[in-house]
């Protein structure tokens, strides 16, 4: 299948997770991946994966927290593929070290907010010029169903992942007029080795998710849809992804 033929993909924190599973999804259906992350083998692994079915990657090393690492990525992907039309930002996550405003550690708080929202904020940034440039193109954000559901001990990554609701919206309102989507992901759980060891197979948000937790997969395809032109019409839309725990 090739829906995305000819299409230019950048997708942060491509090591493992979301990441990867996003990156060999949207390779096996055309598109050259850039695989980001700020860990080097993580990243090359995937490409590794990527080309051994046939695909075209190349593994790019960025913190997405850092504004000259990722002007540097932003270019080195220009360099190889000649622009950008696809933008997925999935580095982030949460950590043992959150936790309710009044125990969170507060390095916690902002090393959250510089990766998964100003990470986010540099990402497009940086990647923005490029698709004007280009006509127009996909950016999918990372949210989470935290940020929408009230959910307890990990205030300082609800937080990050709220603005990242707000952004999303503004970015879409700003950049419609240049043919430029933006959509965010609010996954619930969904299994990666981190969430296995973070999270009991017990927590109330997973109770809450009707159809049981996900699996990389199941975000990946959302990304997919989001990514290529049969979603011409969706933008500021923050799309839960969580087995009907958002209406449940
Ligand atoms: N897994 C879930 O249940 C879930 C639910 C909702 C939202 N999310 C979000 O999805 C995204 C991916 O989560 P995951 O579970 O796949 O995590 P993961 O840990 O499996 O993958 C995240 C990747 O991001 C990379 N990364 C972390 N900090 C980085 C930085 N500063 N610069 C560049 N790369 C960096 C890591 O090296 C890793 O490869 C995160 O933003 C997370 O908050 C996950």
């Not at 590794?48 to 960025?62: D, H, M, N, R, S």
């Not at 440039?133 to 169903?145: C, D, F, P």
């Not at 001990?153 to 700003?174: E, N, P, Q, W």
């Not at 969706?234 to 449940?248: C, E, H, K, Q, V």
Request: glycine share 12%; aromatic share 4%; charged share 20%.
């Amino acid at each position: 299948m090739t829906q995305l033929e000819n299409k230019r993909a950048l997708v942060t924190g491509g090591g493992n997770g979301i990441g990867r599973a996003t990156c060999k999804l949207l390779a096996e259906h055309g598109a050259r991946v850039a695989v980001a992350d700020f860990k080097t083998e993580a990243a090359e692994e995937t490409v590794t994966q990527i080309k051994a079915a046939g695909g075209e990657a190349i593994a790019l090393t960025v913190d997405v927290g850092d504004p000259d690492q990722v002007a540097a990525m932003t270019a080195e992907m220009v360099s190889a593929f000649g622009g950008v039309d696809i933008l997925f930002c999935s580095a982030g996550g949460g950590s043992a070290a959150d936790g309710p405003v009044t125990e969170m550690d507060l390095d916690e708080f902002w090393r959250t907010i510089r990766v998964d929202l100003f990470g986010t904020i540099l990402c497009c940034r940086n990647v923005i010029p490029e698709m004007v440039k280009a006509g127009g193109g996909s950016i999918i954000t990372m949210s989470s169903l935290r940020a929408i559901l009230g959910s307890e001990g990990f205030d300082a990554y609800t937080s990050s992942k709220g603005g990242i609701i707000s952004l999303t919206r503004a970015m879409a309102v700003t950049w419609a007029r240049h043919n430029i989507r933006v959509n965010a992901l609010a996954p619930g759980m969904i299994m990666t080795d981190r969430i296995k060891d973070l999270i009991p197979p017990d927590h109330p948000v997973i109770q809450k998710m009707l159809l049981g937790a996900g699996a990389p997969e199941d975000v990946s395809h959302l990304v997919l849809y989001l990514a290529s032109d049969a979603s011409r019409l969706m933008t500021g839309n923050i799309i839960p992804l969580d087995g009907g725990a958002s209406i449940y």
